[in-house]
Each structure stands twice: as structure tokens, then as C-alpha cells.
């Protein structure tokens, strides 16, 4: 064999090598992934923080998740989660005379009963906070009046369409937010519902197949605030008006 086929060989071989390494390497990732990963994001140094997370695994893999401090990198807690199939997942950990500071979470998959140098993903780590508190109390900050600052919604519905109601709020103390849909030609209404809120902030409902129960014509969502357990408005009343038909209205 002369030098340039030998040369033409070893350039084949080491190029297919190299696609399969890529090719098992991108499959393995596919197939055993740490799709996401969170935590409490502040608690009190007795409290114990929740950690979530989410992959997907071809198989029975060890979830390993190691609680580090932000300044030194040290570790002050590991565990190790059996998970057999893939979904979201969330469990607290106890972790024993915890003080106020910064801290990360890290999370890796390993075969099953192996360790960090068999290890098969791995993601960005995660901080939280510590506060010099037995527990954290969220603090919410009302607003200085109760109004429905918009709502959204699409102008026409087609069919089976899927859309998200969307309404932007203020309130001065929880309340309820009332929401009805109405015949808007002739204020004939279809439905109400009632959502309890807690906080200034985005209430949002996702609706489809609106023509399955309800005619073709115009409508108006009619959204106001109440007090808790009470139907007299409080706020102004918000209307967004939209068509709901079978086909595109140029």
C-alpha cells in the first residue's frame, strides 16, 4: 500500500472516529439531561431550603446535589436522589446549623451507585440567600389603589384557537378579581368566575376551543376588583372586546 492510500485511510478513520465519539456523546446529553434547576431562593437559617429540578433520563440515574457557600466554594451538604424516570422533581434538604450568607447549589447524573468522575451532566449552578432570621417572611408591597391596569386579549378567535388571558392589577389589600364574559350586542352573559389575589401583579388564563361552547358572534371579557367575598366593584370595570368566529373576518 503506497503512502497517499495509507494517508487517505488515516484521515478517513480518524475523522469517522471522531464522528462517532460526537455522535454517542450528543446521544448520551439527549438522553440524560439536567433540563433545569432552582431552589428557594431566600430563607431563614432554620429553615431548610427546596430544591427543583427537572431532567430527562433513559434510564434508572443518580441525581447528586451538592450545597457549597458562595466565598470558599464549601461544601456543607451533599445528597444523592434515585430517579427513574424523567419529569420535575422538588424535596427538601435539612441542613444542620445553617448560617446567614451566600450560597449555590450543583447538581450532576451518574450511573447508577457511581460518583463525580462518572459522572454524565452536569448544569449551571444555582444561589440563594441566607437571611440572619429564624424564617423569611416575604413582605408584600400593596399599591395605593385597587384598579385593572389592562387587560389582553385577541381581537378575533378562530375555531379551536388558544389564547391567554392576561390582567394586570393593583390592589391595596387581597382581594377578588372578577372576570365575565358577555354577548356584547346585547350584554347577554355566558359566565363569571372569581379568582382570589394576594399581591399587585399579572393574573393569566389560558383558554381554547372557545367555539365548542359558546355561539359565533361578539363578546366582551367585563373585568372588575372586589373585596374578598363580596361582588360590589371596587375598582373600575375593565371590557375587552373581541369576535369569536369560525373562520378569518378581514
Known amino acids: 500500500m503506497n503512502s497517499l492510500k495509507l494517508e487517505k485511510q488515516l484521515r478517513y478513520g480518524v475523522f469517522t472516529l471522531t464522528f462517532l465519539c460526537l455522535f454517542f456523546a450528543q446521544t448520551l446529553q439527549a438522553a440524560d439531561t ?28 443518580d441525581l447528586h446535589v451538592a450545597f457549597q457557600t458562595v ?3 464549601r461544601t456543607i451538604k451533599k445528597t444523592m436522589k434515585r430517579i427513574k424516570k424523567s419529569g420535575k422533581y422538588h424535596f427538601e434538604v435539612e441542613i444542620d446549623d445553617l448560617k446567614a450568607g451566600q450560597y449555590r447549589i450543583a447538581a450532576y ?23 440572619n432570621e429564624k424564617k423569611y417572611v416575604k413582605k408584600t408591597i400593596f399599591s395605593k389603589q385597587d384598579k385593572i391596569n389592562f387587560v389582553k386579549w385577541p381581537k378575533q378567535i378562530i375555531g379551536k384557537q388558544e389564547a391567554k388571558l392576561t390582567i ?18 346585547t350584554w347577554k352573559e355566558f359566565g363569571a368566575l372569581k379568582f382570589p389575589v394576594t399581591e399587585p401583579g399579572t393574573f393569566t388564563l389560558p383558554l ?43
Request: charged fraction near 30%; glycine fraction near 6%.
Open 168 to 185: 394586570q392589577y393593583d390592589i391595596t389589600e387581597p382581594r377578588d378579581l372578577h372576570i365575565k364574559l358577555a354577548d356584547s350586542d
Open 34 to 61: 439536567i433540563t433545569s434547576l432552582s431552589a428557594t431562593e431566600v430563607i431563614g437559617y432554620e429553615q431548610s431550603p427546596t430544591v427543583y429540578v427537572e431532567l430527562e433520563v433513559d434510564k434508572t440515574r
Open 208 to 250: 381554547s376551543n372557545l367555539t365548542a361552547d359558546f355561539p359565533i358572534g361578539n363578546y366582551a371579557w367585563i373585568v372588575h376588583l372586589a373585596e374578598t367575598g363580596k361582588k360590589e366593584t371596587i375598582s373600575d370595570k375593565y371590557g375587552k372586546h373581541f369576535t369569536l368566529s369560525d373562520k378569518k373576518v378581514k
Open 109 to 131: 447524573l451518574t450511573p447508577r451507585g457511581k460518583n463525580w468522575n462518572d459522572r454524565l451532566f452536569q448544569v449551571k449552578p444555582f444561589d440563594f440567600t441566607v437571611i
Open 71 to 73: 466565598k470558599g466554594a
